[in-house]
Nanobody, 118 residues
Framework: QVQLGESGGGLVQAGGSLRLSCAAS????????IGWYRQAPGKQRELVAA???????NYADSVKGRFTISRDNAKNTVYLQMNSLKPEDTAVYYC????????????WGQGTQVTVSS
């Protein structure tokens, strides 16, 4: 059984930084897709950044140049480095991993709160 564990959220002042982590545990073959999403109160969940199966990275326009998505294959962990944070970045952040076992399915992390004060 595959499980995801998120960490790294918290309260930070505008202009500060946080690094979110998402560790996959259990028995699986590979992680073929990585996505970080966020959901602010009263808003729909939106894609923040992703690494697709061909290795390309995509970022929402609102975070380009400030956020960096990465992975550590040895640790089965993915990261979202967030710099120059703004109050509008306040949201619950979720990792979403495409994991291959005998088949491939998407798994969601439990979410971690990021609050940016002005």
């Amino acid at each position: 059984q595959v499980q995801l564990g998120e960490s790294g959220g918290g309260l930070v002042q505008a202009g500060g930084s946080l690094r979110l982590s998402c560790a996959a545990s259990g028995s699986f073959l590979s992680i073929i897709y990585i996505g970080w999403y966020r959901q602010a109160p009263g808003k729909q969940r939106e894609l923040v950044a992703a690494i697709t199966s061909d290795g390309s990275t995509n970022y929402a326009d609102s975070v380009k140049g400030r956020f960096t998505i990465s992975r550590d294959n040895a640790k089965n962990t993915v990261y979202l480095q967030m710099n120059s944070l703004k109050p509008e970045d306040t949201a619950v952040y979720y990792c979403n991993l495409g994991i291959r076992t005998t088949f491939t399915r998407l798994y969601w992390g439990q979410g971690t709160q990021v609050t940016v004060s002005s």
